[in-house]
């Protein structure tokens, strides 16, 4: 006897239903699910590009307002050499206006040498904080690549000129989600390593502006960030947040989250801040002016001081890329060491040049994600989807 197909009310095979039915609903919700993350990625990437232009468009409306001011100078001094009768005051107005016309923020004028030496420190000095991450999520349970944890820590930076400073941990928790990694994981970990970060930063600019002719505004708010951000990193606090809000085994929290994982965090954000510090110490080199300039031995420390507490407050402002507040800090902790106005240009060529470094650094990491799709592993359940960037 032939056994016949089993058919439901409609008249269709059991078999056909069960191929066609929950299995064509399931690739309806993939291919939904695949919709939604292609315009996710393409609003992430709307977003951070406009992020970058706007914060680039008001450093180089800086540039050119500082340069404006110079220029007027200039013509001030040529209108007094016009009308001047004595050759000697002649003269001393014109090696003035020769001594302006040699400071004007003029890219013909920067010094090339010094400029690539500042953007390749930085570029190197954002590399210390993905070895952070990585052993930060590590110490967490989650188990990505050195390279990725690099990737995501760099691809994360270009997240800071998008107000609210969440698109950082976005951006970093969906390049972490290739190897797997659970959000809350990578949530916890990128503010582990940020609140580090901004600690140790903190605590480089108080002891370096301690006995310097600063405001004392400038030390005190070093201190009170350093205390701030450094509390929730200590190995206790730590431990409690971990188990209680990331949820991970207290085994694993005792045996990872130790003083070991404290100063290793120390050692590589301290590492992160000198090579930023040589960096704008470059920088400052780099801007042109008619003021006279101290050695590098005595502009570093103060240098780095500047940079590390003006980064630090700017982030802590929840403003794009520290709009604004990391200037007026730059420039009141610089003016003990150079003039006003090369302090203002070397901030403002600051902004510049980091946004410049930190937009090439993640173009190529977004280069090596397209060209590294993710493979097919194993994914936590509870993984977010890997950013990748692109609308595809």
Not at 241 to 262: M, T
Not at 319 to 330: C, K, N, S
Not at 349 to 360: K, M, T
Request: hydrophobic residues 55%.
């Amino acid at each position: 006897m032939i056994d016949k197909p089993i058919r439901n009310d409609s008249g269709a095979d059991a078999d056909e239903v069960d191929a066609s039915g929950p299995v064509g609903v399931q690739d309806n919700r993939v291919g939904g699910r695949k919709r939604w993350m292609a315009v996710a990625k393409l609003v992430i990437l709307v977003v951070v590009v406009i992020g970058l232009a706007l914060a680039f468009r008001s450093a180089a409306q800086q540039w050119s307002a500082e340069t404006a001011k110079i220029d007027l100078a200039i013509d001030e001094l040529q209108s007094q050499a016009d009308v001047e009768t004595d050759p000697a005051v002649q003269r001393e107005l014109q090696q003035q206006q020769a001594a302006l016309n040699a400071s004007r923020p003029h890219p013909a004028n920067l010094n090339l040498a010094w400029l690539s030496v500042a953007a390749w420190l930085y570029a190197l000095g954002l590399l210390p904080s993905g070895m952070l991450l990585h052993r930060a999520v590590h110490a967490l349970g989650g188990h990505p690549k050195r390279s990725t944890a690099i990737i995501a820590q760099s691809l994360g930076h270009v997240g800071k000129y998008v107000p609210g400073k969440a698109m950082v941990v976005v951006l970093r928790g969906g390049v972490l989600a290739r190897d797997g990694v659970r959000p809350l994981t990578s949530t916890i970990s990128v503010f582990l390593e940020t609140f580090l970060m901004m600690a140790v930063g903190a605590v480089v600019a108080a002891i370096a502006t301690a006995e310097a002719p600063v405001p004392k505004w400038i030390t005190i708010t070093a201190l009170v960030t350093a205390l701030l951000a450094g509390i929730p990193t200590l190995p206790p606090i730590l431990r409690w947040i971990a188990a209680r809000v990331g949820g991970v085994d207290k085994q694993r929290v005792d045996e990872q989250i130790g003083w070991s994982l404290f100063f290793a965090g120390w050692g590589w954000s301290l590492l992160s801040w000198l090579l930023i510090g040589g960096s704008f110490t470059a920088l400052i080199m780099a801007v042109p002016t008619a003021d006279p300039v101290p050695s590098l031995i005595q502009l570093f420390p103060i240098a780095t001081a500047a940079i590390s507490l003006a980064m630090v407050v700017g982030f802590a402002s929840l403003l794009p890329g520290g709009a604004g507040v990391r200037e007026l800090v730059l420039a009141s902790v610089l003016g003990i060491v150079i003039s006003p106005a090369h302090g203002l240009l070397s901030a403002i060529a600051a902004r510049v040049l980091f946004i410049l470094v930190e937009a090439a650094m993640a173009f190529v990491c977004w280069v090596w994600i397209r060209r590294h799709p993710v493979a097919a592993i194993s994914l936590d359940r509870t993984a977010a989807p890997a950013v990748s960037l692109s609308a595809e």
